[in-house]
């Protein structure tokens, strides 16, 4: 075990590296820690950690890297010589809370623009835009992402829909079905709706005029065929507890699909073996929902279960994010990850920075 233990290390090293104050600082010893307690799994669940890790684990050279690429991309996709130029006519949103990625991405990106091209993106701050890109590390339940783009397209409906202003969204990670989800509640929103028969304009603009970029796609549309399902998502076959534990959420039909379907996906592309992911996946549910039974249940927010935080009207185990960047974790991870209540004897393997349980 404590080789697989080193092993994590090397990817995960960085992570909080930009924290000094971290409350647990990354280490194979606490890799091993972590490990520990889920006594004669340990091992088993280091090695299937191990084997999915180094997909879903952006580190901050990574995601300087990534974003980079990104800013050129766009750059060439809206037709600009020069990087200065593309600079000059955008504006990044700025409108998450200090504690968020967004503004972290933010910081990275213009140092970017300073280092690699020479650009100061202050100094064009005070410019007209026509392109306005919304930075981001994850896409999960959408909930956040929908809100904030709400409230810009509400400004800037009239601009968006004569093209005098575009929007975008960079992200390094986005799911499938939370994508989905988000897109669905701008189109149904009423007050767009209203706009969308003010301007008499099919609210397909939405759909057609979003422009999205994401370096990782977690597949988790389980009534789509070909899914990857590259993500925590256990079949119906649980213990007795979490299944009474399901049963005290109401049924709310068509919102998610509860269980995974067995032996799907058809080939596993994620997880070393679909044995190997049935089981993984029933060890976090478990241990995921003994942490939660440490809550005083006057205090049990309904959106955090076993496999991390979900919409709350979604009768599931937990949106079962596997995707981490060396900032932070979504809390729509399983709680493994990330539990970490003072008496509840846990001792979680990511730090958070930021967020209270």
Known sequence: MEEKAEQVYEILQD?????PDTSYEM????????AEQFGE??????????????????????????LKNRLVNFQEFYGYHSMAEFVLNTHFIDVQRNEKSQKEILIVIKSILQDDFGVDYDQFADQPKKHFIY?????ATGGTIFRDLHHWLCENFEAFVKKEKTIALS????HELGYGNMKWMLIQNPELKSLFNEHSVSAGIIEKELLTRTNYVIENQAKWNNQKLNCAFPIADQSKEVLQYLANFSENPGKAQVFRVPNTPVQEQFFSSADNRNRLEKIF??????????????DIDQAKRPL???VRSHKTLGTGTLFF???????TCPLVFWWDVPGHQWTPLFCLKNRGI
């Open 15 to 19: 992570y909080h590296c930009d924290y």
């Open 27 to 34: 280490s194979a010893q606490h890799i091993l820690k972590w």
């Open 41 to 66: 799994d340990a091992d088993f669940v280091l090695s299937e950690f191990l084997h999915f890790l180094p997909q879903i684990y952006v580190s901050k050279a990574r995601a300087a890297k990534a």
């Open 135 to 139: 930075f981001d590390d994850i896409l």
């Open 171 to 174: 992200l390094f990670c986005y």
């Open 285 to 298: 549910t478990e241990k995921g929902l003994e942490l939660l039974k440490k809550v005083n249940s006057q």
């Open 308 to 310: 991390g935080y979900t």
């Open 325 to 331: 960047t060396w900032r932070n974790i979504s809390n």
